[in-house]
């Protein structure tokens, strides 16, 4: 059975940083993709970063400079640092695995709610 379950979340200030973590039992993240994606109340699920089984990392331009995607292969964890917050980033971050750029994988998290005060 695969579990994926995410930690990290809170509340911090504008200009702040976060750092969430995604373990993950039932599912090796060294040898599948692994992503990250968030829902602010009312809007889609989008794709925040990815990092696949080469350990090629990417993140969509909305996001780029200030998230990053890595893994410890070692831990089976994966984590979304996520510096110089905003108040738009406010969402609920969830834990996708083994999908695509394109489209999401079958097993999700269940999702840690992140909060920027302005």
């Known amino acids: 059975q695969v579990q994926l379950v995410e930690s990290g979340g809170g509340l911090v200030q504008a200009g702040g940083s976060l750092r969430l973590s995604c373990a993950a039992s039932?599912?090796?993240?060294?040898?599948?993709?692994v992503a990250w994606y968030r829902q602010a109340p009312g809007k889609e699920r989008d794709l925040v970063a990815l990092?696949?089984?080469?350990?090629?990392?990417n993140v969509p331009d909305s996001v780029k400079g200030r998230f990053t995607i890595s893994r410890d292969n070692a831990n089976n964890t994966a984590f979304l640092q996520m510096n110089s917050l905003k108040p738009e980033d406010t969402a609920v971050y969830y834990c996708n695995a083994p999908g695509s750029w394109t489209r999401a994988g079958p097993y999700w998290g269940q999702g840690t709610q992140v909060t920027v005060s302005s």
């Open positions: 990092i696949d089984k080469y350990a090629a990392a």
């Open positions: 039932g599912i090796t993240l060294s040898i599948n993709n």
